[in-house]
């Protein structure tokens, strides 16, 4: 086996490295996951709705309650309240999600009922608004559209619910549901036709399968009976009025990402969770594959063989740097893939390349910087006492050290030497750097993103980072190159 | 052959020299020994001629390659085996042999059967499943012969080798060295068993503070010091006078156990067998004519005017 595949094999397939090459892959994709799947999920309401509908029998008038959640599910303890000539009737919601009531009633020509319900969230009683149901000359309330509710698959598609209260509270007949959409006012030019055909069900969820092209359509519904004689649809909240045709509205609340607010995605949490486990890595990596070889005298039982020191502080770099690409490379795929599933789109090339090349500027100059100190200090006790300082100085509350200072000085925060202050901090430890990239790419300076500038007046531009990533790796691992080869 | 030229090492300018303009030859198929007081300089020579540290001045040449200047060529030809091998705990012995061996051009050798077979040679073999942390002193002794001598290399240096091996393991070593030196291999060995480097070393260098004090040959080491002559002789107490008359004439007579040693010689070595003729014409029946030089112990102690034992390495 050629030596340096052995160095490749012995840092890829040490257990600290494979624990936090998973943390980092896995936080940063947990994190991607939880940012898109929140941001997809945000416009579904929490608070639940009522679909109405109705039955009358015997002078007794059912009143059915459907109460669901934003995704058409039903939603049990809700209090779901009918006024009927002066008197309240209530109802709560059973895991089912109805909350129906009976009341007798003297005529059944014309109804006018107030409605509205109450639900908990965090302690508190909410109410919606009271509408009014109105019931004219039918027995029953036959066939309703509610619309909004969110698909749980996607929630930047849209559904409907159709209620079906036949005679006596029965169940619906064989249906055939029809969705048109258009995208003008007029009917005649119908452009996408969804039909499904549906039978035996009271309430019913519908998701109608929704590409980009129609994300802008305005929707409606029809029905059919089997034999095609059209089926009007009733409206008790619209004044009771039969229907041939319901609007359903827009079928999908879905806004395009662009690259700029997939970068805001990016560095508002998945930078952090890197700017943490990418410098771990990369200390603690150098220290146990060379550095504690080094000062525990290990590296001697390699040095015996026809190789050079500079040979072989190179091969074991070689295979840290390995480690710390792999490490950021597949974090930030594994996060392009993830918010690819949610919004459609993969970050652009230069964005990718510049986020790989951040963290990997950030890991391997802490690795350097090992390697440098691996040949100044010589016990291994020591070695690992620096290594620790250096990732809780330089990185862990690197942040934190300018703002005190800031502080202690009492320097304005909207003044140029608050921000020369925090650029000059990013400068001077790696841990800066992805800090530097978050400022060139989207003019905000600062830890916490607060500052916004102008780049390139502050000299943050592609040719400083450039340089200045370089020169964080090259001049450190330069150094530790000659102090191996002249020192013992 | 390994030629060390003006070597100096200097580790610190508050300290004194660890090695002190050292000169020193180990031609092919010859031992070698490195002996001296802890802190000597013994080690250090070693490290430096294994290319791990660089000496301060002069240079080391191994078959002719500067172990500085032409490192790779130099390390090709060289087996260390350390006093305390040190190894990656986590990594097990064949893959770290094989990791080793990816060093070396192979030649057209299979390296994997040479690699069983020098772990087999030392006993290791039965224990390739375990990590290299948990092998005993003794057991990374034995795998540092093997991995050393993985490239066959024609110059091997045995630093306190025999320390912390098992008898067994000494013996093994032992005759290891012999065959080695058969196969035209040089060989320094460094040893604060000095019986052994006496019994093993065809030379041995005597270093005191850095500085090579001596180098002894095999001839010197069998003459060193005065001799002297342990003599048994049959039906003593019947012929002590006439014992005594003969045995009077060539030095003092002793009686230490039952056994009559003659010391302050006074004739030549050559002549020495002179006095068992002597002996043998006047009717005497020798049982024991032994003439001994000085243990290289003895000559060492009085060679380094240290008398203390424990200062030994």
């Known amino acids: 086996m050629r030596p340096i595949f052995y160095e490749i094999k012995r840092t890829l397939t040490s257990r600290f490295v494979i624990i936090l090459i998973i943390a980092i892959v896995g936080l940063s994709s947990l994190l991607a996951y939880e940012n898109a799947s929140s941001l997809n999920s945000s416009n579904v309401p929490s608070n639940p709705n009522v679909a109405y509908g109705y039955f009358i029998s015997n002078n007794n008038l059912t009143m059915v309650g459907y109460v669901y959640n934003g995704y058409g599910e039903p939603f049990k303890d809700v209090r779901v309240y009918y006024q009927y000539n002066g008197t309240e009737y209530s109802s709560v919601s059973s895991s089912s999600g109805f909350a129906n009531v009976t009341i007798p009633i003297k005529s059944s020509s014309y109804i006018s009922m107030q409605v509205n319900y109450t639900y908990k969230q965090f302690g508190r009683t909410l109410s919606s608004p009271v509408v009014q149901y109105i019931i004219y000359g039918l027995k029953n309330s036959g066939l309703e559209v509610y619309p909004g509710i969110y698909n749980p698959r996607n929630s930047s598609n849209l559904g409907f619910i159709v209620m079906y209260i036949g005679e006596n509270g029965s169940l619906a007949p064989p249906v055939k549901i029809s969705v048109l959409g258009t995208n003008s006012t007029n009917f005649s030019n119908i452009l996408y036709n969804y039909s499904l055909n549906v039978s035996s069900f009271s309430v019913i969820k519908i998701f109608p399968p929704m590409e980009s092209a129609y994300k802008n359509y305005t929707f409606f519904v029809k029905a059919e009976n089997i034999d095609g004689s059209q089926i009007k649809i009733y409206s008790g909240l619209e004044g009771g009025k039969l229907y041939s045709m319901v609007p359903i509205y827009r079928l999908s609340t879905y806004v395009p990402y662009t690259q700029d607010s997939i970068q805001k995605l990016v560095f508002s949490g998945i930078t952090s969770i890197l700017d943490l486990f990418v410098p771990l890595l990369a200390i603690f990596t150098s220290y146990l594959t060379y550095g504690k070889d080094r000062t525990s005298g290990v590296l001697e039982s390699v040095l015996k063989r026809p190789v050079t020191k500079g040979e072989l502080i190179t091969t074991r770099f070689v295979s840290n740097v390995i480690a710390i690409l792999i490490a950021s490379t597949v974090a930030m795929l594994s996060v392009d893939l993830i918010y690819h599933y949610y919004f459609s789109i993969y970050f652009g090339t230069t964005f990718f390349i510049d986020l790989v090349w951040t963290y990997f500027v950030e890991g391997v100059a802490f690795l350097s910087l090992i390697y440098l100190i691996s040949h100044i200090i010589k016990s291994q006790g020591s070695l690992l006492g620096f290594a620790i300082g250096i990732f809780i100085v330089m990185d862990l509350f690197w942040q934190v050290i300018p703002y005190s200072i800031i502080s202690a000085l009492g320097i304005s925060p909207s003044s140029s030497s608050y921000v020369t202050i925090n650029m000059m901090f990013d400068y001077l430890s790696p841990a800066g750097y992805s800090n530097l990239f978050q400022a060139l790419l989207t003019g905000k300076l600062g830890y916490f993103g607060g500052i916004i500038i102008n780049p390139d007046f502050y000299g943050i531009n592609y040719f400083t980072l450039f340089t200045s990533g370089l020169l964080w790796i090259i001049v450190p691992f330069i150094i530790a190159y000659f102090l191996a080869k002249i020192r013992d | ?313």
Request: aromatic share 6%; glycine share 8%.
């Open chain 2, 1 to 313: 052959m390994i030629n060390i030229k003006n070597v100096t090492k200097i580790y610190s300018k508050k300290m004194g020299p660890a090695v002190d303009n050292l000169t020193l030859d180990i031609m092919d198929g010859e031992i070698m020994g490195l002996v001296g007081l802890n802190g000597a300089g013994k080690t250090t020579t070693i490290r430096m001629i294994a290319g791990i540290i660089l000496p301060t001045k002069g240079n080391i040449k191994v078959d002719g390659f500067d172990i500085i200047k032409d490192k790779v060529k130099a390390s090709h030809n060289i087996g260390w085996i350390p006093e305390f091998p040190n190894y990656e705990p986590n990594a097990k012995p064949l893959s770290l042999m094989k990791y080793y061996a990816g060093f070396y051009e192979n030649n057209g050798i299979d390296m994997s059967k040479r690699i069983m077979e020098l772990l087999e040679m030392v006993g290791v073999s039965n224990d390739l499943n375990k990590k290299l942390r948990e092998y005993s002193q003794g057991m990374k002794k034995r795998f540092a012969i093997a991995e050393s001598l993985i490239n066959n290399p024609k110059n091997l240096l045995f630093d306190e080798t025999l320390n912390g091996l098992d008898p067994e393991g000494v013996k093994f070593v032992r005759n290891l060295i012999i065959e080695l030196k058969s196969k035209g291999r040089s060989i320094l060995l460094s040893s604060h068993i000095l019986s052994e480097v006496e019994a093993l070393a065809d030379r041995v260098a005597i270093i005191s503070h850095g500085k090579l004090v001596k180098i002894l040959t095999k001839k010197d080491l069998k003459n060193l010091g005065k001799i002297k002559i342990y003599i048994q002789i049959l039906n003593y107490d019947l012929n002590e006078e006439k014992i005594k008359i003969i045995l009077s004439r060539y030095g003092e007579i002793n009686k230490i156990d039952g056994e009559i040693v003659l010391t302050d010689i006074n004739v030549k070595d050559d002549d020495i067998p002179e006095i068992l003729n002597e002996l043998v014409s006047a009717g005497l029946s020798v049982k024991k004519f032994l003439p001994v030089g000085e243990s290289l112990e003895e000559y060492f102690f009085k060679l380094i005017g240290e008398k203390n034992e424990t200062n030994f390495l």
